[in-house]
């Protein structure tokens, strides 16, 4: 779930939604980690301790809120919402 492979991401998505699919809350979070990476392709959290130089996009999403704000959107599309 926490890795910066997009094909490892489908995988935990897969397996948090199939294997656990009596605690949705890990398969949001596992959502939520896809889209970032299917987005920016790594972490953008990830950047200042990695060393990495933030993107203009990026930098807006990590301004906007980062990760809670992809879980909070995706919290208010899920169908029991």
Do not use: C, W
């Not at 926490?2 to 998505?13: N, P, T, Y």
């Amino acid at each position: 779930e926490h890795s910066e492979d997009a094909q490892d991401q489908v995988l935990a998505v897969q397996y948090l939604t199939e294997r656990l699919s009596s605690d949705p809350d890990m398969a949001l979070h596992a959502r939520a980690h896809q889209e970032i990476i299917r987005q920016f392709g790594r972490f953008p959290t990830r950047n200042t301790a990695l060393g990495r130089a933030s993107s203009s996009e990026e930098q807006a999403y990590l301004d906007q809120g980062g990760y809670m704000a992809v879980v909070n959107r995706l919290k208010s599309h899920a169908p029991d919402a």
